[in-house]
């Protein structure tokens, strides 16, 4: 599988990119109304279409994108509250770049850099779930990314254009696609009494989080504690062999 | 494009594009050790829970059990959805099909 990705022009190299590519299309779904959500806001706040544009292409991250633009248009433009905020609201990256690393480290790096700009939640898990099936495809990981990428800038650019022709796109239901489509990957995974208790503990941790942690921070402090139990439990599991 | 703007959105990417790709560079160097890879395997499995639950039990932001919540009543479809049929696209559209009618009927 890793010997095969440096060379594109193989022909299973080209089509795991469009098999990435297809199995994405379900949860970009998904993404559309954010997307649009993100143009017409951006333009409310006073930004213009070059400019909300350009941040989709070059930042490529919803969340931060929404609380940036929020922020702008609440008359707060300092650089560096801005650019600090949007570094605490990914750092759950960290995590999700740690856990992809030892698939992509052994690739070129420019191929790693590429990967990784296109690394946000919904192309981790899809690549996550391509692993727990058939193992590591970098065309594969790409192909999603591109997917996302493509459908990110498109609907956000929609989101410009159509601005004051539609109402709240994020009403129409379709955002639960996102939820949806990560309960169909994660009920697999609960094979385990330790991926069950990585379950309940991320579950209690992240609902209490979310309630009192600022941003995304409910993500990372779950996640840890999740990962600390399903650890420990694996540990002593070795242990009583 | 204004000059504060276009600072504001190089610096956006810059720190994006770090916590995105730190994890690679750090591990590259300095290698994996085999405990880690045994707490890391747990990641996909936590950062997927932490993603689902605020969206179906907080879908606006404070906790709402009720059957007002159509995201948590779409939720425990899909999650039925799934068990049964092991399909994402099945889970997918049961999940809207459930989500869209609560919102149409008005419920």
């Given at each position: 599988m890793e010997n095969i990705e440096g060379n594109i022009s193989c022909p299973r190299v080209r089509s795991d990119f469009w098999v990435g590519v297809r199995d994405s299309i379900a949860l970009a779904v998904g993404v559309v109304p954010f997307?649009?959500?993100?143009?017409?806001?951006?333009?409310?706040?006073?930004?213009?279409?070059?400019?909300?544009?350009?941040?989709?292409?070059?930042?490529?991250?919803?969340?931060?994108?929404?609380?940036?633009?929020?922020?702008?248009?609440?008359?707060?433009?300092?650089?560096?509250?801005?650019?600090?905020?949007?570094?605490?609201?990914?750092?759950?990256?960290?995590?999700?770049?740690?856990?992809?690393?030892?698939?992509?480290?052994?690739?070129?790096?420019?191929?790693?850099?590429?990967?990784?700009?296109?690394?946000?939640?919904?192309?981790?898990?899809?690549?996550?779930?391509?692993?727990?099936?058939?193992?590591?495809?970098?065309?594969?990981?790409?192909?999603?990314?591109?997917?996302?990428?493509?459908?990110?800038?498109?609907?956000?650019?929609?989101?410009?254009?159509?601005?004051?022709?539609?109402?709240?796109?994020?009403?129409?239901?379709?955002?639960?696609?996102?939820?949806?489509?990560?309960?169909?990957?994660?009920?697999?995974?609960?094979?385990?009494?330790?991926?069950?208790?990585?379950?309940?503990?991320?579950?209690?941790?992240?609902?209490?989080?979310?309630?009192?942690?600022?941003?995304?921070?409910?993500?990372?402090?779950?996640?840890?504690?999740?990962?600390?139990?399903?650890?420990?439990?694996?540990?002593?599991?070795?242990?009583?062999? | 494009m204004r000059t504060e703007i276009f600072l504001i959105i190089i610096g956006m990417t810059a720190v994006t594009f770090f916590t995105r790709f730190a994890s690679a560079v750090l591990f590259r160097k300095a290698g994996i050790p085999a405990s880690f890879e045994r707490w890391m395997k747990h990641v996909p499995t936590g950062i997927l829970t932490a993603l689902i639950m605020p969206a179906l039990l907080l879908p606006k932001g404070y906790l709402d059990v009720s059957i007002q919540n159509h995201y948590l009543l779409a939720g425990l479809v899909a999650i039925a959805a799934t068990c049964f049929f092991r399909n994402a696209i099945v889970t997918m559209s049961l999940g809207l099909i459930v989500i869209l009618s609560l919102r149409w009927l008005g419920i």
């Open positions: 997307g649009i959500t993100c143009g017409v806001m951006a333009l409310a706040a006073g930004l213009t279409g070059g400019e909300t544009l350009l941040m989709s292409m070059a930042v490529f991250a919803g969340a931060s994108q929404f609380i940036a633009i929020t922020m702008l248009g609440a008359g707060i433009n300092g650089w560096g509250l801005i650019v600090v905020t949007t570094l605490l609201v990914n750092l759950r990256h960290l995590l999700m770049g740690a856990s992809l690393a030892p698939y992509i480290i052994r690739l070129p790096v420019s191929l790693q850099a590429l990967l990784s700009f296109g690394m946000v939640d919904e192309t981790y898990a899809i690549t996550m779930e391509r692993i727990r099936r058939k193992g590591y495809s970098a065309s594969y990981q790409l192909g999603a990314n591109t997917l996302f990428y493509s459908v990110w800038v498109v609907s956000t650019a929609l989101g410009v254009l159509l601005s004051g022709y539609i109402s709240d796109p994020l009403a129409w239901g379709l955002d639960f696609a996102m939820p949806a489509i990560f309960i169909a990957m994660l009920i697999p995974r609960l094979i385990n009494p330790a991926a069950l208790a990585v379950c309940v503990v991320a579950a209690l941790v992240a609902v209490i989080g979310a309630l009192y942690l600022p941003g995304k921070w409910y993500i990372i402090v779950a996640c840890l504690a999740a990962a600390a139990v399903g650890g420990l439990m694996d540990e002593e599991a070795q242990h009583a062999n | -």
